[in-house]
């Protein structure tokens, strides 16, 4: 049994058995139903960014603050917005931060609690809290320390390395973020690790955004980069074409089930070969026009689509963000600090040649997320509910709270269906919270599911089935994990 600090001056935290199931008695009966079919499944988790290193290395997870504050932008934006510098608590910093700077940072999280009310962030904190660190206290300046020491005790122990919370959280399938050069050495040791593998697998993902965005000042040398991984010439369009190719079958050889896009919109554009080949000289040789880049950034992301027929990796794309939008903070702190913001959509019109090209191709998989909540329902349902390519990613980053995940299986589920939905991504490099997010999934498939059973639109019995699915079935058929 763990050990709880409870101090009788403080107010308890807790969690409720029936959080985020429906206030009605009926309906709430029904959903615990529904989720008690699935509460104990495994976790599939095709999208995050948890280092590969954490697990590879089974390493210590340092001190609270360097485990469930600095690294999470989620909670870092809420604390920014409300005064408290990025550097306080952590970024940036690297290994510079002291055992008091560290306790310091816990206790801003700590004084700024009351800031959290009502977001998602909170949800995921008192999951965390209580169910994985025996936390009972409400956190406070006044308890701040007593917090800390609770998480840094059970952080110590043995049982509180990756790999053997890989075995607690029930993490069956577990797909980091990658660069196309990386030589998946952490991953190529993990898969060598037999009685390791054959409870988990943890994969790569393809991630070439940017080495298809010639506009960015440092691309020629990040094509270079590229041909130099994948032993291919690339001055001329073709072998960047090859170069790319040769990588992503080096990653799915590694264990690679998808690709992840990210670009500032979704048009995409095929070009007459020469007219392709044209522009690709023109940018390796520095005198491509803005157009001109743009033009070539959309044949080059259209591409990977193609590549996809060919080779099978899932596509996962997640476009429509204002990125560093603070121009300050990215000065100081660089790139993903959690500075960005969402940004209008417009799909329909966007996709029409990926989608004329390759939407109903047999060996493509197109899963669709957006920041944009308006998209799902007018664009990417109607989408998913047409071409046999299109899958619909569930809300990730911003629209991932309780609220926006309903409000998302309301707006899909009456034009797509449940067949059309990815099943959860959790899009995280918090380790702690994986557990969390797909808990809360599984809560929220439970309540939409049970609201159905009530107004008699579907019986209990195919919930259940619709239940195990989203968590199971489609995460394993729409990234292919079963081949």
Known sequence: MRRRHHSAMASPLTLHDDRLFPADPGTREVARRIYATTRELPIISPHGHVPPRWIARNEHFGNPTKLLLTPDHYINRVLHANGVELSELGVGRGDEMTEADNRRAFRLLCEHW?????????????DQLVGIFGVDVRPSAATADTIYDTIAARIDEPDFRPRQLMDAFRIEFLATTDDPCDDLGLHA?????????????????????????????????????????????????????????????????????????????????ILDHDEAARLYDRARRGRAT?????????????????????????????????RNHDAGAFARYGAD??????AKLEATRGLQQLLNAYGNDPNLNLVLFTLDEDVYSRELAPLAAWYRSVYIGVPWWFVDAPESIMRFKQDVTEMAGFSRISGMVDDTRAFCSIPARHDMSRRLDAAHLAGLVTAHRLDEDEALDQARALVVDNPTRIFKLGR
């Open 114 to 126: 009351a800031d959290f009310n009502g977001t998602a962030m909170r949800y995921w904190l008192v």
């Open 189 to 269: 040791e993990l898969a060598a690790d037999g009685e390791f593998s054959a409870r988990h697998r943890v994969v790569p993902t393809f991630r070439p955004d940017r080495y298809l965005e010639p506009a960015r000042p440092d691309w020629n040398e990040l094509v270079d980069a590229l041909g130099a991984a994948a032993g291919v010439d690339v001055g001329t369009l073709d072998g960047y074409t090859q170069a790319m190719a040769e990588r992503r079958r080096y990653f799915k050889a590694h264990g690679a089930v998808s690709s992840d896009h990210s670009h500032a919109d979704l048009v995409t554009l």
């Open 290 to 322: 803005a157009d001109e880049a743009l033009a070539l950034r959309r044949h080059l992301f259209t591409d990977q689509a193609r590549l996809a027929c060919e080779d099978g990796l899932t596509m996962t794309v997640h476009p429509a963000v204002v």
């Open 337 to 342: 600090v959690g500075g960005d913001i969402p």
